[in-house]
């Protein structure tokens, strides 16, 4: 079987023929991608493609997940309909992104990602029509249309380039993906220099895979990336964003982290982070790593229950140890424990939109969870109601928890709020009944303008 072979309706703009190959056909019985395990969404696009005269692949992450016997986390779709031959075929699709134009297509409440095959990566500079363009070898726009082949060869690892043909369900390699699968092995297709510049986010993507699918990382790739890190920081840090939340909310941030810290670029992400984990002071470091790794792995576990986790508690927890660094310094100077908190927290965030440009109604929500900790540290009595009956108590009574298992002196406070929070009707008006006093000490309420008398008369 040779894919691509039909071209009509599309014009080719090919830019690296080069690497041309026959694939490796897995027939239906060779392999266990299952149309039983795709979404009923996937199929209908896949089909509604093949029945208007195109080609239909499943590709990247779907197959890749269904040969490992995992449960995908989207379809991705591949054809050489173009973007607009594509909308034509289907009743809600929406065109979007510009460096790299898709189409949404929705069947239900799902949304199936459709691409146009696209030419394999080469320094085209400035492409006819402007449809590849790149600044210093980094692809800012890539809109080459080319043949399955090409498609095949311009994805970044082999295991995500391997194509379930809907018209006969078989599996297509080119690029030596299946072999890669049965070694648990993440190679990148190409030289990984080269495809690093071209997108410094697939050495991301490449430790995001590696965690979460337990892969070896090919050598290659771990040499190439010291001379390439660096690179990262060109890149715009909206999609830095992005791809952060899919590394530590994607069910492996505990491997992510420790892999990102071991290539060397954890502090190109959060180098006030890291600044806190290299502290001179022992303690510190400790103090930020323990605290770090407990909020992960209670953010994989929760992943791993299929409860909900969200980007503003997960950047209130990476960046804990950095703004409470910041804090001290300001407590030193005098400000109070609310102000300081406060005040740490908005130049923190400041500091790190530079790198990894949190979102405003994410940052928002992370500065509220930290900005009700004092009160969750020291409230009681009827207060505490008012303030547990906040929106963002849950989110915050979490984040004492987590302080607490992280070695906090917050023990205490923590029990009280989990008691007020398991009690009902008099236990818990007992919880927050303010402490007696003894009568003889209580003072008596002094009217407007009178002076207490225990007070000294100063002398004039
Ligand atoms: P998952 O969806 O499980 O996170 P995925 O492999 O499907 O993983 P996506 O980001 O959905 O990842 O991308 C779909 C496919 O598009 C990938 O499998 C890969 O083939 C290709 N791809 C995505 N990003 C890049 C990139 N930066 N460079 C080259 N190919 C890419
Ligand atoms: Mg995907």
């Not at 080609?55 to 990247?60: D, I, N, P, Q, T």
């Not at 986390?73 to 034509?88: M, S």
Request: include cysteine.
């Amino acid at each position: 079987m040779r894919g691509g072979a039909r071209t009509a309706g599309r014009s080719f703009i090919n830019t690296d023929s080069s690497k041309i190959s026959t694939p490796v056909v897995y027939a239906r019985p060779e392999h266990s991608v299952s149309r039983a395990d795709i979404s009923r969404a996937a199929l209908k696009v896949l089909y509604t493609l093949r029945n208007a005269g195109y080609e239909a692949y499943l590709v990247g992450g779907g197959v890749r997940d269904l040969l490992l016997g995992r449960k995908p986390k989207d379809f991705d779709v591949a054809t050489d309909a173009t973007p607009e031959q594509i909308r034509a075929c289907f009743r809600s699709c929406r065109l979007i992104g510009r460096r790299f134009v898709l189409a949404h297509v929705r069947v239900g409440r799902e949304i199936v990602e459709v691409a146009t095959f696209r030419a394999a990566g080469g320094n085209a500079g400035e492409d006819r029509h402007q449809q590849r363009v790149t600044v210093n070898g980094r692809v800012v726009r890539d809109n080459v249309y080319g043949s399955l082949e090409e498609d095949a060869w311009r994805r970044d690892f082999s295991v995500n380039s391997l194509y379930y043909n809907i018209a006969d369900f078989s599996v297509v390699d080119y690029t030596g993906g299946m072999p890669d699968l049965k070694e648990s092995r993440l190679r990148l297709i190409g030289d990984p220099k080269l495809r690093f510049r071209e997108d410094p986010v697939r050495m991301l993507r490449a430790i995001r895979f590696a965690a979460k699918l337990g892969f070896r990382i090919d050598p290659a790739i771990r040499d190439a990336i010291p001379a390439c890190r660096e690179w990262l920081l060109e890149v715009p840090p909206s999609r830095l964003y992005e791809e952060v939340v899919k590394i530590f909310l994607g069910g492996a941030a505990c491997r992510s982290f420790s892999l990102l810290r071991r290539h060397g670029m954890f502090e190109l992400l959060f180098p006030d982070i890291d600044a806190c984990l290299a502290s001179e002071s022992e303690a510190e470091a400790e103090a930020a790593s323990a605290f770090i790794e407990r909020a992960l792995s209670s953010t994989d576990a929760r992943v791993a229950q299929e409860k909900p986790v969200t980007p503003a508690y997960l950047f209130a927890a990476l960046l804990w140890p950095a703004l409470r660094r910041e804090a001290d310094l300001l407590r030193g100077h005098g400000e109070g424990e609310a102000q300081a908190i406060e005040s740490a927290g908005a130049r923190v965030v400041a500091r790190e939109l530079a790198r990894v440009s949190i979102p405003r109604r994410c940052s928002i929500v992370t500065r509220e969870i930290w900005d009700m900790q004092p009160s969750l540290s020291t409230r009681r009595g009827r207060g505490a109601l008012g303030l547990a009956g906040r929106l963002r108590f849950r989110a915050a009574y979490d984040f004492l928890v987590l302080r607490a298992q992280a070695g906090e002196p917050v023990q205490e406070q923590c029990d009280w709020w989990t008691r007020l929070l398991e009690s009902e009707g008099e236990e818990r008006d007992a919880l927050v009944a303010p402490p007696a006093r003894s009568p003889r000490r209580r003072r008596r309420r002094r009217r407007r303008g009178q002076r207490d008398p225990a007070e000294h008369e100063t002398p004039a």
